[in-house]
């Protein structure tokens, strides 16, 4: 049993933790190392495992603690606006090697052309949307979870830099990173001490709380400023390059840093030269941002479903720590992934004390020899649980103990297993406990079925009065087997239910997340539930179809072919369905508006990009892709050394059309299959 000065500690780290994933997912909004990494599984498992110490230590909850405020936090007095395209974040790198290979894979997508970069700063603050409409500044957006934000028009005005109004219109949305420069983040801190107040701890935090104030006296006080990076909508010209000077001329503020480069040795020595002088600008920064210059070829390269494939972040080393390792724990996780934990000597990290780190897998444990004791170098990397990097075995003493695989699973003793390939050890028992409560714990999870009232602490005393075996068990439980539950007033048990009863009215994306299907985190969840609409289309769909959604490659649709050809997985959807879940239809709307809708296309010749996806594109655009040209074919898609395709097309007078040809149509889409 741990003492109370233990759990004390790790108490406080939690609550640190959350405090900050709750402060950077609800206010900064910003390209944080937190935000752009934003890990809901790990949230939630911070804030579950808060909750249970602090339901069996009461007495040492902090005053403060983030569990008497969860879901108190975002500003709701700020109106909400959805965004006309979604506010993605970057793909981060976080060394020159990795850059390297960055660019070697984007010009590999564009079939070996070398892409000219735009390089730019990274401003450290807080991203913004801002709508021009007819000339004039109409709104200013926070980027909120990407799809929808804040409107913080009053505070956007603020900014001396912005212009209200633009000489040529009529409709235009730019967006920026609004910032703090550091020599009004010390006289605001200056001020904050004079007055009592607390000062922010970087200007990046102030920027953040300051754009999303409710009284804009105080914002323009605060003198924001920003930096505009982008045209949301409004394009005028064919490289962003081009698109940033014609910011410039609308008196839009540009950073002046920027740089247009045609080979990667010119992109290093940017990045090189701004980690080394990062300290003499003005502002903060915590990295460079490398985009694809040309925009045909940032359309060619395309989007993941978080992050742009033609742009990524290069983020200046983290900052390190050293400690020593005192204890390996095992996690227990929802498909039964027993994950090492080090338990270590608190150290200060980044501004918080760590007192734990992940260690991934027992594949990394055995690379760094692992012992009981050793001293190890600690990064937060873009994370913020921090890892392990180094390890120094010259301070090792000869009897330390090496750390081991473990035989068995800590939660209920069955052996564990490696599956063929794998590097994760399994705990194969599926009605392991510790699996079941981690499995029901993500399903009533905020971001799956949001079922609120139910926290780690009833999930356990319902697993041990054999109240649920599983999520779907939810659906069956009874006013009474829950007021004989320890500390369960009537009320509370009254309002358990009517949360669990309101959950069977739920988004079909939330029930798809809900399931745990490996690979399918809440992104990819609401992307299934867009192009299928039902949960009977997502089910029935083939590894083809899977693989057809944007975003969407083999190894998620595997992991979605697996988990619905699973007997037990069936029943349990079946148990969910009977007992009363019930996910929303999403309408699908057939594909509007697209010079390839119902279109015949062969393709033929060496194309730049593989076969595959050309046809993925243009089966998206409507079109139906086959083998052999006919006099029914409308297009053929013709590379270079194009053989007796080209000749039959001639024969049937059917149009050719080159991959230029064939982007400029593929721009014209309006929308390809959208839901309501
Ligand atoms: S481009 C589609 N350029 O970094 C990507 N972002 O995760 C659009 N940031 O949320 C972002 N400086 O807040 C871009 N020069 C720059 C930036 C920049 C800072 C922030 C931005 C974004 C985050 C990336």
């Known amino acids: 049993m741990p003492s109370d000065s233990t ?44 909750k249970t110490l602090e339901n069996k230590f009461p007495e040492l909850r902090l005053e403060d603690s983030p569990t008497l405020k969860v879901n108190a936090e975002p500003n709701t007095a700020l109106p909400s606006r959805k965004h006309q395209l979604p506010m993605l974040s970057l793909g981060n790198v976080y060394s020159l090697d990795e850059l390297k290979s960055w660019t070697a894979g984007v010009q590999k997508l564009l079939g070996g052309q070398k892409p000219e970069y735009v390089c730019e700063l990274k401003i450290d603050g807080v991203a913004v949307s801002v709508i021009y409409r007819n000339g004039i500044l109409t709104a200013g957006v926070t980027r909120g979870d990407g799809s929808e934000g804040e409107e913080i028009t009053a505070n956007i005005k603020t900014i001396n830099c912005l212009p209200l109004k633009i000489k040529t219109g009529p409709n235009l949305e730019v967006r920026g990173e609004v910032y703090l420069p550091s020599n009004n983040f010390a006289a605001l801190n200056q001020q904050r001490l004079k007055t009592g107040e607390p000062p922010f701890k970087n200007p990046r935090n102030a920027a953040a709380g300051s754009v999303r104030l409710l009284d804009s006296t105080e914002t323009r006080r605060r003198r924001l400023a920003v930096f505009v990076y982008t045209i949301a909508e409004g394009l005028p010209h064919e490289t962003h ?57 940032q359309r060619q390269l395309g989007f993941t479903a978080k992050s742009p494939r033609w742009a990524t972040a290069f983020k200046f080393t983290a900052e390190q720590a050293f400690s020593v390792l005192r204890e390996v724990e095992i996690g227990v996780g929802r498909t039964g ?51 392990i990097v180094a390890v120094d075995p010259t301070l090792r003493t000869p009897d330390a103990q090496k750390i081991e695989a473990p035989l068995t699973c800590p939660a209920c003793d069955t052996l564990a297993f490696r599956p063929q390939g794998e590097v994760e050890w399994r705990c194969p028992n599926r009605v392991c406990p510790a699996q079941q409560k981690e499995q029901i714990l993500h399903f009533v999870s905020r971001r799956a079925m949001d079922i609120d009232t139910i926290g780690p602490a009833l999930i356990e005393q319902l697993l041990s009065k054999n109240f649920l075996k ?23 048990a009254a309002n358990v239910l009517s949360s669990i009863e309101k959950s069977k009215k739920c988004e079909l994306a939330q029930f798809i997340h809900a399931l745990g299907i490996a690979n399918v985190g809440e992104k990819t969840a609401g992307i299934l539930a867009q192009h299928f609409g039902t949960l009977e289309r997502l089910m029935s769909g083939t590894a083809d179809a899977l693989e057809k959604v944007e975003a969407i490659g083999p190894v998620i649709a595997d992991s979605i072919i697996d988990f619905f050809q699973d007997q037990q997985q069936l029943q349990l959807i079946t148990d969910f369905l009977e007992r009363g879940v019930s996910p929303a239809e999403v309408i699908i709307q057939e594909i509007i508006d697209s010079p390839f809708n119902g279109k015949i296309i062969v393709l033929t010749g060496t194309l730049s990009e593989p076969r595959d996806v050309w046809k993925k594109r243009l089966v998206q655009a409507g079109a139906n892709v086959t083998g052999s040209v006919s006099k029914k074919t409308d297009f053929v898609l013709a590379g ?6 080209l000749e039959k097309a001639d024969k049937f007078a059917v149009k050719v059309i080159d991959e230029e040809m064939a982007h400029a149509l593929l721009s014209q889409v309006k929308s390809f299959v959208t839901a309501e």
């Open 470 to 492: 599983n999520a779907a068990d939810l659906y069956l439980l009874s006013h009474e087997d829950l007021s004989g539950l320890e500390r369960m007033a009537d009320k509370s």
């Open 241 to 297: 390059a081009e698109n940033l000077e014609f910011l410039r001329q609308q008196e839009f503020p540009v950073n002046p840093e920027t740089k247009t480069v045609s080979s990667i040795e010119e992109v290093l020595e940017y990045c090189r030269y701004w980690e080394e002088h990062k300290e003499e600008l003005p502002y903060d920064i915590d990295g460079i941002v490398l985009k694809v210059n040309s925009l045909k070829q």
């Open 7 to 50: 759990i004390q500690v790790r108490i406080n780290e939690l609550s640190q933790l959350i405090h900050q994933y709750n402060y950077v997912y609800y206010c900064a909004n910003t390209a944080d190392a937190g935000a752009d990494n934003f890990d809901n599984e790990t949230y939630d498992s911070l804030l579950n495992e808060l």
């Open 337 to 387: 992934n027993l994950t090492p934990v080090a338990l270590l000597d608190p150290v200060e990290l980044n501004g918080t004390i760590v007192a734990r780190a992940t260690l991934h897998n027992y594949d990394q444990v055995e690379r760094f020899n692992l012992h009981l004791g050793d001293h190890v170098t600690l990064e937060k990397g873009g994370e913020i649980i921090p890892k």
């Open 640 to 645: 270079e050394n194009a053989g007796s395709k």
